[in-house]
């Protein structure tokens, strides 16, 4: 039996989240599922968006779904909270396209590994007493440069993928993405048979754009992993389509790459593609290979028959009723 742990949220997160339960009601598998809050909702009933008692819950299932939350002023983001407290140093955001969605690339089939603990998002921010200055502190290891840099290369072979790039700032950031690019290069001397090259953050950017084919694995760190990864959803339809693993030596969380996405949040028109397609994720991560094929599949069809889709698919359809045509496409 599998231990997982729901962090809902709040926003859209709640309703992509109901969205996974059906698929995992569906699935022939021996479930205990828990659920733990975070976020705004969570702010306001217990002073707090992350209560302890849901990082212990997350600590100890076997893998844990994210939806999403809305940012609370001053307060500690839920999720690069349970990033740090589950040491998920790596987030895996696969960019690819699905046959019948309206995209600007259709053939795009590549993945951004990202750093998931340090950088800039390491949490060191100050502001001083009269509030004229503010600085957040770049934190770059040479371990977790390094590690980072091996799962991109296990994970270019185990996907068949030829090449890992990595991507950086080191002409301006020259200590820590000097860190950043050595490691890599240390890295990529075991990997003699797969071909590394690396790309400013800036040149980066213009070439996902023009040619995004010529990438298979990007390696980056945390901040120009975020804005990548939004960047390579936007090639292929939307967030609604992108799903992400934050993967560690001992826990795993899957959550989509978007947020709670106020502007269409509590009207259950949210696409639930990405946090199935999570679900996905995180049945792979289990080693259950077939149910993971089977899920990712039942997406690709429900997309291609575009009988039920949401409004930003072009269809009428809510939240539960398209996770509903996903789960009977199983
Ligand atoms: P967002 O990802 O929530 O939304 C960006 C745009 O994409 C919006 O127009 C939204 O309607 C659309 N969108 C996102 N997911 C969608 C889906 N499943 N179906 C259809 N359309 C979808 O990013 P935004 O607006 O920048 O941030 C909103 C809030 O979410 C903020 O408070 C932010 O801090 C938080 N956030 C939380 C994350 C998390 O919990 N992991 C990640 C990113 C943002
Ligand atoms: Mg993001």
Redo the contacts with the bound molecule.
């Keep these: 039996m599998y231990k997982i742990t729901i962090i809902a949220?709040d926003?859209?997160?709640l309703?992509?989240t109901n969205g996974a339960k059906i698929i995992l009601d569906k699935l022939d598998l021996d479930l205990s599922i828990q659920e733990a809050e975070a976020?705004?909702n969570s702010f306001k009933k217990n002073g707090i968006t992350i209560p302890s008692e849901t990082i212990k819950k997350a600590k100890k299932a076997d893998a844990v779904l994210?939806?999403?939350?809305?940012?609370?002023p001053n307060e500690k983001?839920?999720?690069i909270t349970l990033r740090k407290e589950l040491k998920t140093y790596g987030n895996l955001r696969p960019i690819k396209s699905f046959k019948g969605v309206k995209c600007i690339y259709n053939d795009l089939d590549f993945l951004i590994v990202r750093e998931n603990t340090e950088g800039l998002y390491s949490g060191i921010e100050e502001i001083s007493k009269d509030k004229s200055y503010s600085c957040a502190l770049r934190v770059i290891t040479r371990a977790s440069s390094e590690k980072i840099s091996e799962l991109a290369f296990k994970e270019c072979e185990v996907n068949n993928y030829k090449k890992v790039t990595c991507v950086h700032k080191s002409n301006v950031l020259k200590k820590t993405d000097g860190i950043f690019k050595e490691s890599f290069y240390k890295i990529a001397k075991n990997y003699p048979k797969i071909v590394s090259n690396d790309y400013y953050v800036d040149a980066m950017a213009m070439y996902l754009i023009q040619n995004p084919q010529k990438f298979d694995v990007i390696v980056t760190s945390n901040l120009f992993g975020?804005i990548l990864s939004?960047l390579g959803a936007g090639l292929v339809g939307?967030?609604?389509f992108a799903p992400s693993a934050n993967i560690g030596d001992e826990h795993g969380l899957f959550?989509?790459?978007?947020?709670?996405?106020?502007?269409?949040?509590g009207k259950n028109?949210?696409?639930?593609?990405?946090?199935i397609l999570s679900v996905a994720m995180m049945l792979e991560y289990l080693k259950e290979y077939e149910l993971c094929e089977k899920v990712k599949n039942a997406v690709e069809k429900t997309l291609k028959e575009k009988k039920v889709l949401?409004?930003?698919l072009g269809g009428v359809n809510t939240?539960i009723e398209m996770s509903k045509a996903i789960g009977n496409n199983l």
């Excluded at 028109?269 to 946090?275: D, F, K, L, R, V």
């Design positions: 949220g926003g859209i997160g309703e992509v976020g705004n994210f939806g999403a939350t809305t940012s609370t983001s839920p999720i975020d939004d939307g967030l609604g959550e989509p790459v978007h947020g709670s996405a106020p502007d269409i949040a028109i949210s696409n639930p593609s990405a946090m949401t409004p930003d939240t």
